[in-house]
């Protein structure tokens, strides 16, 4: 529940930088096929992604989380 966090702009990451591209590439596909999450990937370091969800995919994204979150990670998104 703790690899994420949410940025000044409002949008939420996932912190997935210590993946490989093509595995963060699939994770970012998975939540487009299955939660319809459409997200971006942001190269925090040379060869390090993380997928950042946009402000407009919030409401989805929380519910789809708010039910398995422990209530002090609720600020996350």
């Known amino acids: ?5 949410k940025t000044a702009s409002g ?13 963060v590439q699939l994770l970012q596909s998975a939540l ?7 997200t971006r990937l942001i ?5 390090q992604f ?12 929380k519910s789809i989380v708010i039910p398995y979150l422990h209530s002090s990670m609720l600020y996350k998104v």
């Open 1 to 5: 529940m703790d690899d994420g966090s």
């Open 11 to 23: 949008q939420t990451l996932l912190h997935t930088d210590s993946f490989s591209l093509s595995d």
């Open 32 to 38: 487009l096929a299955n939660f319809g999450l459409r």
């Open 43 to 47: 190269e925090k370091r040379p060869g």
């Open 50 to 61: 993380v997928i950042a969800i946009p402000i407009r995919q919030i409401t989805s994204l």
